[in-house]
């Protein structure tokens, strides 16, 4: 672990992947498994949050992971992590991943997704991470970004658990009318 240190900067803790993308990760369609990108984004995220605190991390949560363009075999993909906000012990990651065609030098932002991370002592309990420096107008609009994040997720979690306890009082019919399915259950 390295020695506490009061605060760090972004670019302490940068972290760039590259990895070929072979035919092993492909399915059957010829494109890249969700999943092997998944998995390289889990890397680059521990790997940026491990050098801003120090310690080992765990992942606690995956906001929107969207598949904006599929990768192809043989394609390089980079993956950019960098800390966007601090809590006590948390660290929210965010994460850019571009694939590039090597023969045609063309580029495609594939994925954006936002990772947190918790650090994490010897006897696995949570551990204080530095503060985090905000020195450009980028990274300060990230902070506030998360913390509204944050804020929204909190929300979606307590209004999906009223409509969890009272989805039965809505109006079934109406709500499904519009929707894909035939419904042949009485209330």
């Known amino acids: 672990m390295i020695s506490p240190v009061e605060a760090r900067s972004i670019d302490f803790s940068r972290t760039t992947i590259t990895e070929l993308m072979i035919p092993s990760y492909a399915n059957f369609g010829g494109k890249i498994h969700g999943g092997i990108l998944l998995s390289l984004m889990d890397k680059v995220a521990y790997a940026c949050a491990s050098r801003h605190s120090g310690a080992y991390c765990v992942t606690v949560s995956v906001d929107t992971v969207d598949f904006l363009k599929p990768v192809a075999v043989g394609e390089l993909v980079s993956l950019k992590a960098s800390i966007n906000y601090v809590g006590n012990s948390s660290m929210v990651i965010g994460i850019k991943v571009i694939s590039e065609d090597v023969k045609s030098g063309k580029y495609n932002h594939t994925n954006t997704s936002y990772f947190t991370m ?66 042949k259950v009485s209330l």
């Open 118 to 183: 918790v650090a994490k002592d010897e006897s696995d309990r949570p551990v204080a991470v530095p503060k985090l420096i905000l020195e450009s107008v980028t990274d300060l609009r990230r902070f506030v970004e998360a913390i509204y994040r944050r804020k929204l997720k909190d929300n979606y979690g307590s209004n999906l658990k009223n409509v969890k306890s009272h989805w039965e009082e809505e109006n079934i019919h109406e709500l499904l009318k519009d929707h894909r399915c035939i419904n």
